[in-house]
């Protein structure tokens, strides 16, 4: 899938053509994109049940953020899936089909699903169905990806016991449980990580840190090549004030209680969790496929709905239009608009005029208040003459 394509959905009336016939139209739009800018095919838009003015005024609106909705449903499922196929775009790129189709080999064949979304409802049925549809979708795949993550980090963390220095590892296979004293019920001994440039300091003070410390009871576990674990026996009362001082002089304690077969036991605590990831990884590699194709395909449907609706408010009824799909590319497409304007500009009358450089040349205040109020701009609040929507699928 490349990131340089950018799409545009265009609605222009069959009146552009001398015959007002819809072929000669799609024709027509072809011919001002051209093919130096662009390829157009058709995109089919079925005839929808129109209600009142005021319905869809507000039901452009309600797309709208709609739309913006699904678009920003698309790219977080695509982020979750870049996430767990650790950022490669090769393995990225065959995940981001649509219906197991390339996405612009959709697009190029889109046809409205009648079956799931039938022409014949009322158009705000429609809307509530997609609505909800990019909801669940929205809901499931982050749901999936947050257990798998939860999963993931559980494993990190239970790998790092086992693999990392001796302020965080896993104590179990190390200490002896005869340095620890147990069931005493004044005493308690107590695992340090001293780091390996503070022993001295740690050797001459931890005595006097707190009340009631066993002198001379500190005893050398083990080293690593950051630290030194000491154990150190304390009265029980005295314990909590004890562990508070080591943390404020920067070592670390470390919980340890000594169990039967607890190496074993940790040993298959991790082996487990791994096969509940890697089970979990390919849940969410699956939702995150299956979400992520099925959110482009709400998106398009609410993209269509869109056209539809600000192509009966632009145009008016009887409803003749030409709706087309126009392939271009970053660099082009400024290109390719700008070749739409020059030859649909009158469409919109005297307000939509525009000089070189695409900016307004003449502006009727009456129509532009009312084209404004209605809807009808374009990106950056650029008044546009026809049905225009640009939009990337990344």
């Known amino acids: 899938m490349s990131k340089n394509v950018k799409y545009m959905l265009v609605s222009l009336p069959t009146s552009i053509s001398p015959s007002n016939d819809h072929d000669e139209a799609l024709t027509a739009m072809r011919s001002a994109v051209t093919t130096d800018y662009g390829t157009v095919v058709p995109f089919p838009i079925p005839a929808f049940k129109i209600g009142t003015l005021d319905s869809l005024v507000q039901q452009a609106d309600e797309l709208s953020k709609l739309e913006a909705n699904c678009e920003a449903v698309v790219t977080k499922v695509g982020d979750s899936l870049r996430t767990i196929l650790a950022g490669d775009e090769s393995k990225l790129s065959e995940s981001k089909v649509v219906n197991d189709r390339p996405v612009e080999q959709y697009l190029r064949n889109f046809h409205w699903n009648k079956v799931k979304y039938r022409a014949d409802r009322p158009l705000h049925q429609t809307m509530d169905m997609l609505q909800k549809e990019i909801a669940s979708i929205d809901n499931d795949v982050r749901a999936k990806y947050s257990q798998y993550n939860n999963v993931k980090t559980t494993l990190s963390s239970l790998e790092r016991k086992q693999t990392g220095n001796l302020s965080n590892k896993s104590l179990t296979s190390i200490v002896d449980p005869s340095l620890v004293i147990q069931n005493s019920e004044y005493l308690e001994t107590h695992l340090i990580a001293v780091p390996k440039s503070n022993t001295k300091d740690f050797m001459k003070s931890y005595e006097t840190i707190s009340p009631m410390i066993v002198p ?3 005893q050398l576990v083990t080293s690593d090549e950051e630290f030194s674990l000491y154990a150190v026996t304390t009265f029980k009362k005295h314990s909590s ?16 209680k000594f169990k039967e077969g607890g190496l074993e036991e940790e040993s298959k605590e991790v082996e487990r969790t791994r096969k509940e990831e890697e089970k979990l990884w390919k849940e969410a590699l699956r939702m ?3 979400g992520w194709s099925d959110a482009v395909m709400v998106w398009i449907h609410v993209l269509a709905l869109r056209v539809f609706v600000e192509t009966v408010l632009r145009y008016g009824l009887p409803l003749q239009f ?4 126009v392939t271009t590319s970053h660099k082009l497409a400024k290109k390719a608009r700008s070749s739409l304007d020059i030859s649909y500009s009158y469409l919109g009358g005297n307000a939509f005029g525009r000089d070189k450089k695409g900016r ?3 502006d009727d205040s009456s129509t532009s208040a009312d084209m404004q109020a209605a809807g009808h701009t374009g990106d950056g609040g650029e008044y546009s003459a026809y049905v225009c929507y640009e939009f990337e699928v990344m």
Not at 322 to 325: E, F, I
């Open 216 to 218: 001379r009871s500190a």
């Open 241 to 256: 004030e004890f562990i508070h001082k080591v943390r404020e002089n920067k070592w670390t304690p470390r919980d340890f």
């Open 288 to 290: 995150g496929r299956t």
């Open 322 to 325: 030409v709706c087309g799909l």
């Open 360 to 362: 307004i040349t003449k």
